[in-house]
């Protein structure tokens, strides 16, 4: 006796009828960076200085590297974007009085009205997005994307190996 397969099960072939998380994930996450874009043009702000905005928060980050290796940015590369940031009045550079050698960044208040407004905006536009989902699906999308993302970059590679 033979068992049978359902369309469910498989694709055509044998193949898993799902495709590929990351096959699925890239064109998504490219049409929602590029509909973020008019909204951080609209407000000056190119991508990476959004990201630095996004990951200061009320406690501020001890160095230059410890904040561009949670952005995921070369620590090269966000010296500009912090000059930049500073220059505006968004961010504030300040030495550590533990270590006058190292330099706290945190948000002023500036800053955090900026951020705010902006992710408002881009939320709005993801909500567009989201609308195409039952409220349930939408939740826990929402959910497990929060889950996922949040998993420290060593224990990602510990899971996927």
Do not use: C, N
């Not at 890239?26 to 609209?42: G, W």
Request: proline share 6%.
């Amino acid at each position: 006796m033979t068992e049978r397969t359902t369309e469910d099960d498989t694709a055509s072939h044998g193949r898993p009828a799902r495709r590929d998380l990351a096959a699925m994930l890239v064109p998504l996450t490219r049409a929602l960076t590029a509909a973020e874009l008019p909204v951080l043009d609209a407000h000056g702000l190119a991508m990476w200085a959004y990201a630095v905005l996004l990951r200061l928060d009320d406690t501020p980050v001890r160095t230059q590297a410890a904040l561009a290796q949670a952005i995921g940015a070369d620590k090269t590369r966000i010296i500009g974007i912090l000059d930049d940031l500073e220059r505006r009045g968004l961010i504030r550079r300040e030495p550590d009085p533990a270590d006058r050698r190292v330099r706290l960044l945190s948000l002023t208040d500036e800053g955090r009205r900026l951020r705010d407004a902006v992710q408002s905006a881009i939320q709005l536009r993801e909500e567009k997005l989201l609308s195409r989902l039952p409220a349930a699906d939408r939740d826990g999308f929402v959910r497990a994307l929060q889950t996922l993302s949040a998993l420290p970059p060593d224990e990602f590679d510990e899971i996927i190996g």
